[in-house]
């Protein structure tokens, strides 16, 4: 066995090419995040949207995939989409209660001055 070998080769059990396209972003000690990708996307197709991506951006799409391919396991139906939908309801939640707040205290604001103008008289 070559340590050397990238996630991506020690999972498919093959040699790993000194021109890998898989290497640089599925490192020996991670072999997870290669599974995890692998089982959602297809090692062939990961490594065809890799080929296709300039190399500059290829950490970034692998990052992602990375990323719904984890959701994606963990939530067969919605994958990432749940997130985004969670998200976006406690925005929505938030958003709504904001006007309350900054009501409450605006009357906190205004009942200490009153109670000091009182207080004068």
Known sequence: MNPKRCAACR???????????????????????????????????????????????????????????????EDPVYGCVGIISLLQNQIQKTQNLLPRTQAEISVAQIKPSQNQHSAFM
């Open 11 to 73: 999972y498919l059990r093959r040699r790993c090419p000194k021109d890998c396209v898989f290497s640089p972003y599925f490192p020996p000690n991670n072999p997870d995040k290669f599974a995890c990708v692998h089982r959602i996307y297809g090692a062939g197709n990961v490594s065809k949207m890799l080929q296709q991506l300039p190399v500059q951006t290829r950490a970034e799409a692998v990052e992602s995939l990375c990323f719904e391919a984890t959701c994606r396991v």
